[in-house]
């Protein structure tokens, strides 16, 4: 059933716009007129991806409100076709909305949600889907839903809590280059002409500080240029797949933030395939889905020969060991799970336990950063005013 975007009138003339599906124009027309509105344009809809412009690109945030809204009404006994044709008429996003319009509509001519949702795999993981199937399956769609928005919002509010936190330093940075270029381009040259009349032997300080300058000044240009040239560069390096295992790895050892790295995949890792795993998704498949998501491909490589020796035979605990990726206590409580039986809860617990280890290596980092750049930024700023005054002081010495 073909979608239609209108534009249309209600009762108290004001306009409104959206989506609606019908099986032609007329139809589409009688839908809205039914609805008491009237519409003044009306276009077929295509065939909607969220590959779209800029201001059109669908945000996680967008697809953890819909599995949330979606699991909220299934749960309260809600069909899906329903559900879904009541979201449609909430998202405020127009291209989400389309897709949800898509998605009801495939569902309606007899498609499981599930496939219904893979036509949009750039919405929606491999692990959404497969969860989703294991849900059908079991007849615990309502529960699977549940647990993905779950799942969905504290993934969204990890990644909210790193950029918060991550967002003040940055833009300290940003300014205090922003400062010490303004003076190095537009104060400092108006000070040479009079160091220069004084027809002394300048400090070093001062002449570093005036060399520096007169270089900026003439070169700022190529100064962009070059730095625009190394992040390109590195850009393409790193798209590269041996670049980026090379650069995944290279975070890994990083000092200081090495560690935060390390515990940003761990906790990806053991959330996503305990909430896999509880969802009833075998464990080899869960291994497949899981490699993709913990965002380093060192760590990525080190799962793909686990699930190989797992699908010999080998329990989980012992290839993870072998890696010599995985905290010892990782290691201990998953091989605690299995021999339990409660491996699903234990990875759950284990994600808790690194989401809580994350912030705090955050609040740490932050706290560190602060300081090392207002003292640097301090540093920069009081070399410039020393070479500046330094010959001003030897100018009304010599005067005196």
């Known amino acids: 059933m073909p979608v239609y975007q209108y534009v249309a009138l209600d009762k108290g003339k004001n306009s409104v716009s959206g989506v609606i599906d019908a099986d032609s124009r007329n139809d589409a027309v009688r839908k809205l007129r039914s609805m008491e509105l009237f519409p003044t344009k009306i276009e077929v809809g295509k065939q909607q991806t969220p590959s779209g412009g800029l201001f059109d690109r669908i945000k996680a945030q967008e697809i953890s409100v819909f599995t949330r809204n979606l699991a909220t009404m299934t749960s309260a006994g809600f069909p899906v076709v329903e559900a879904l044709g009541s979201i449609s008429e909430q998202v405020e996003h127009l291209l989400m909305r389309e897709i949800v319009v898509q998605i009801r509509e495939k569902v309606r001519e007899g498609s499981p949600l599930s496939e219904a949702l893979a036509q949009f795999p750039e919405l929606f993981s491999a692990m959404f889907i497969s969860m989703l199937k294991a849900g059908e399956k079991s007849g615990k769609l309502e529960d699977i839903l549940n647990q993905l928005a779950d799942y969905l919002d504290k993934k969204e509010a990890l990644k909210n809590k790193i950029v918060t936190a991550l967002a003040y330093p940055v833009l300290m940075t940003m300014v205090g280059f922003a400062i010490v270029a303004f003076l190095l381009i537009y104060i400092i040259p108006q000070l040479t002409v009079l160091f220069v009349q004084s027809n002394k032997q300048l400090p070093w300080p001062t002449r570093l500080l005036l060399g520096t300058s007169d270089f900026m000044v003439a070169y700022w240009w190529g100064v962009l240029a070059v730095l625009a040239g190394i992040y390109a560069g590195f850009q393409k390096w790193a798209s590269t797949e041996t670049g980026a295992y090379r650069f995944d790895g290279i975070k890994l050892r990083m000092p200081v933030f090495g560690d935060l790295f390390r515990k940003v995949a761990i906790s990806r890792f053991v959330r996503t395939l305990g909430i896999l795993l509880k969802s009833g998704v075998p464990i080899l498949q869960a291994m497949d889905i899981v490699r993709n998501v913990v965002g380093n491909l060192v760590i990525a490589e080190s799962l793909d020969k686990t699930r190989k020796e797992v699908s010999q035979g080998a329990n989980l605990a012992t ?26 809860n234990m990875l759950m617990k284990l994600a808790d336990d690194y989401d809580r280890e994350v912030e705090n290596t955050i609040a740490m980092l932050t706290s560190l950063l602060e300081p090392v750049i207002i003292m640097c930024m301090g540093l920069t700023v009081g070399f410039i005013v020393l070479a500046v005054l330094l010959p001003i002081y030897e100018m009304n010495k010599v005067a005196v």
């Open 319 to 344: 290839p993870l060991r072998q890696s010599g990726l995985f905290p010892p206590m990782v290691i201990d409580m998953i091989s605690a799970g299995q021999k339990s039986g409660q491996l699903e």
